[in-house]
């Protein structure tokens, strides 16, 4: 009896081992921004959110920043328990978490930014053009029209931008330069590139008289192809910062945003 209850416990302890190796994903243990410290924290690679949490932990060592491609590989790395949290856009932030109910969003916000199109600093009439766009846009409230059919509840996906069946295109082609993988302002929807920068391009578009067209690349590649003329813009959810004025010029504002921290939920 004696060696049989050894074995037995043995057998539970083992079960109860295998169990909680089975489980793999450790807890969460970020739920304020004073938690991070330490901890493994997950960007996109050139990102605003890069950027902050580059400069916020450049003096943490004991804080490990791990860069990715895309965001959708930031967030992978955090449900598999291979870092601790994300630090992305809110807007993308609540689809990841709309998709993965072992996620959650901080209530604390990292930072606030607003976002505008990149341009070539010698590119300065296009740059007017477009301001003057994005102001006539603004005064007509296409633009909130646009934020709206894709953010929020009252008219989200009943009220897409439509071009002008008589607008004229004589002017040339506008490039457009993004990372269509930051939902809702640019990603593929029926192999097309849809979402709010996207709507917004051909608003602008449309009233220079240009057609638009859009290339898909990594985010990190964005500005070097505006700076070489392989595109005439870069609209990606790009926030205007000190370290990027170095190399590229920004119209007016667009959009207004903020970066979050996404966690596992438990």
């Known amino acids: 009896m004696k060696n049989g209850k050894k074995l037995t416990a043995l057998l539970l ?11 793999g994903v450790p807890a969460n243990q970020v739920h304020s921004m004073d938690d991070m410290s330490g901890k493994k924290i997950g960007v996109q690679l050139g990102t605003t959110g890069d950027n902050y949490v580059s400069e916020d932990f450049k003096e943490d060592k004991d804080t490990t920043i791990e860069r990715y491609k895309k965001g959708a590989d930031a967030v992978q790395s955090l449900k598999q328990g291979k870092i601790d949290c994300v630090v992305i856009d809110s807007e993308p932030a609540k689809a990841f978490v709309e998709q993965n109910d072992d996620l959650k969003i901080l209530d604390t916000e990292y930072a606030d930014e607003d976002y505008a199109i990149a341009i070539a600093k010698e590119n300065t009439k296009l740059k007017e053009n477009i301001n003057t766009a994005l102001a006539e846009l603004k005064e007509e409230g296409v633009l909130d029209q646009i934020v709206a059919n894709y953010i929020g509840d009252d ?39 849809v979402g ?44 205007v910062n000190e370290e990027r004025l170095q190399t590229i010029d920004f119209t007016d504002t667009y959009a207004k945003a903020k970066q979050v921290i996404i966690v596992r939920a438990k």
């Open 155 to 193: 008219t989200k996906g009943t009220c897409p931008y439509e071009s002008p069946a008589d607008v004229d295109r004589s002017n040339g082609k506008l490039t457009m330069a993004t990372n269509a993988a930051f939902k809702p302002y640019e990603y593929y929807e029926d192999k097309k590139i």
């Open 196 to 239: 709010i920068d996207a709507e917004m391009a051909q608003a602008v578009a449309d009233k220079l008289g240009m057609e638009l067209e859009i290339v898909d690349m990594d985010f990190d590649a964005i500005i070097n192809a505006v700076q070489s003329g392989k595109a005439d813009i870069g609209v990606a959810g790009m926030t």
């Open 13 to 23: 302890a083992g079960a109860m081992m295998l169990g909680a190796a089975g489980c």
